[in-house]
């Protein structure tokens, strides 16, 4: 850790000791602090590069994503929902924009009548083939000469925990 940065750690953890958070907890406060951080400026440092190959923002392509990371390029509407933590609403409008863009069809679900399946169209896959390859791109450059191969492999398995206890459905298949 640099100097600079080792002094912004202190001055996030003295700004939490002084808005009434003391020691475990005050140290806990930044840590999510900085987890929060962390993920906003890696939304806003990957984000243009999906939008530009997919024509949609970021949410349609965590869509695209577990769509084309599913057995079939399909999932329940209802395990959609709970894997990205949108409201059954939040996806349906979701949807209906990958809809509209092609990239995504509905199917009925032939054993639940009120089910129905999102899945991926010949276009939305090779979009999402091409939009995974670009984002991989964009986070190495990122992540470049930042961690070791075993710190990377020790955060996610931390961050995996975290997420977990978090939002449990994040994995979720019926």
Do not use: K, N, W
Not at 7 to 21: N, S
């Amino acid at each position: 850790m640099t100097p600079e940065e080792e002094g912004r750690t202190d001055q996030g953890l003295e700004g939490a000791r002084h808005a009434g958070a003391a020691g475990e907890d005050g140290e806990l406060v930044t840590l999510v602090g900085l987890v929060l951080e962390a993920a906003a400026g890696l939304h806003r440092t990957l984000e243009p590069g999906l939008e530009d190959l997919l024509g949609v923002g970021g949410q349609s392509f965590e869509i695209l994503i577990r769509l084309g990371r599913s057995e079939g390029g399909r999932l329940r509407m209802s395990d959609l929902a709970a894997q990205t933590g949108l409201t059954p609403s939040g996806l349906t409008r979701a949807v209906d924009r990958l809809v509209q863009a092609g990239l995504v069809e509905r199917a009925e679900c032939p054993s639940d009548r009120r089910g129905a399946f999102a899945m991926l169209t010949e276009l939305g896959s090779s979009r999402a083939e091409a939009a995974l390859e670009r984002h991989a791109s964009d986070v190495a450059t990122v992540f470049a000469g930042l961690y070791s191969p075993a710190e990377r492999a020790e955060m996610a398995a931390l961050l995996r925990r975290l997420r977990d206890r978090v939002h449990p459905h994040a994995a979720l298949v019926s």
